[in-house]
């Protein structure tokens, strides 16, 4: 059975699931990526974008979720905070530990901007070897 989808509702759906999958919800934004662009594959340049701000925009909830937790629980600034500090985030797109570092980055206090930088790179390279992979770029 073949299932057909516009752009537009495939792009949407790419963006919702990248964001969800982001979140401490589990999920599967690369299949979603792989869907859309097999029914639409000239649309990989908007697909990889709103992947990668959707997947960076479910990382920052979390981010901001744990700055919700109280900062005196707050260790003053972890070994790994203290080594890598934002960088670290290029690492959020991982399975398991993703969500735990975006968390960790927003209890630790680091600054939102290098850590949204620094977690939107990460993902982007990742959606970009997942459509490398297709043999689309």
Not at 26 to 47: C, R
Not at 62 to 68: A, D, I, K, N, S
């Amino acid at each position: 059975m073949d299932f057909a989808f516009t752009a537009e509702a495939g792009l949407a759906g790419l963006f919702l699931a990248s964001f969800l999958s982001a979140t401490l919800l589990p999920g599967g934004s690369e299949v979603v990526l792989v869907a859309v662009l097999h029914q639409h594959p000239d649309q990989v340049t908007v697909a990889l974008v709103l992947a990668t701000l959707g997947n960076t925009a479910g990382g920052m909830t979390t981010y901001y979720m744990g700055r919700l937790l109280p900062q005196h629980l707050a260790p003053q600034k972890s070994a790994l905070a203290r080594r890598h500090g934002a960088p670290i985030l290029i690492l959020a797109w991982a399975p398991i530990i993703g969500d735990a570092l975006c968390a960790a980055a927003g209890w630790l206090r680091l600054p939102p901007l290098p850590c949204a930088a620094w977690m939107a790179t990460g993902k982007a390279a990742r959606y970009a070897l997942v459509v490398a992979g297709m043999g689309m770029v």
